[in-house]
């Protein structure tokens, strides 16, 4: 997969290319390339926001600014997809993570405080995804979250055998993952569950898709 990110701090990423899963698959599965507004604004002294029309706080990410962004890179709006990273998006789930992990190649493209020009979700972007209903103060932060949740995905990232994947089928039908337990067994008078102690994977089973129910429908 080739994974471009459009950002206002692209050394923020740094970190998470030497981390695992990225750094599993990056050169192989996955091509992540990084791209600075910064570098191809056509505003001077490196501008790239504004104050929003109508008064109010914060900072809004020019319309302009994006696009000749895109255009530097792709010569125009590219045919694959493009994903706004905002707050009114679509919600982030596995099922998005896993629809995203099957494209071959994707732009997502990071805000800052009061987030995009409205403009660029609607004629720039061809989607817009949310991590959650809340404001965050550097907008790489989602688009971080959603590198990482794709590298998961990809061929060679994680191994079947370590039950890493576990949580992302749960999630996939529809519920959330079960409790995990680990030793000691009891610790400041706090129990493991008889039945995972057993050794009856038959309860156990039943046990876990019990526990993963009540978590879904709380």
């Known amino acids: 997969m080739q994974l471009d990110v459009f950002t206002l701090?692209?050394?923020?990423?740094?970190?998470?290319?030497?981390?695992?899963?990225v750094a599993t698959v990056l050169g192989t599965e996955l091509d992540l390339?990084?791209?600075?507004?910064r570098d191809t604004?056509?505003?001077?002294?490196?501008?790239?926001?504004?104050?929003?029309?109508g008064g109010g706080a914060g900072m809004v990410l020019r319309v302009d600014v994006v696009a000749a962004a895109l255009d530097a890179a792709y010569g125009g709006l590219p045919d694959h997809r493009v994903v706004a990273l905002s707050p009114q998006g679509r919600q982030l789930t596995q099922g998005v993570v896993e629809e995203l992990a099957a494209e071959e190649r994707l732009t997502l493209l990071s805000a800052r405080f009061e987030g995009f020009d409205e403009r660029v979700v609607q004629h720039?972007?061809?989607?817009?995804?949310?991590?959650?209903?809340?404001v965050l103060s550097n907008g790489d932060l989602p688009a971080m979250v959603l590198v990482d949740a794709i590298a998961r995905r990809l061929p060679g990232a994680i191994k079947e055998e370590s039950g890493a994947l576990e949580s992302f089928s749960a999630e996939l039908h529809g519920g959330l993952e079960y409790p995990h337990y680990t030793r000691p067994p009891e610790f400041r008078g706090w129990h493991v569950p008889e039945v995972l102690l057993s050794g009856d994977h038959g309860k156990i089973e039943e046990w876990r898709r019990e526990q993963s129910r009540r978590r879904t429908v709380t």
């Open 9 to 21: 701090v692209p050394h923020a990423f740094a970190w998470l290319t030497e981390q695992r899963p």
């Open 124 to 134: 720039l972007a061809s989607d817009a995804i949310s991590i959650g209903p809340y």
């Open 41 to 53: 604004t056509p505003l001077r002294a490196a501008q790239v926001d504004d104050d929003p029309y």
């Open 33 to 37: 390339r990084l791209f600075s507004y």
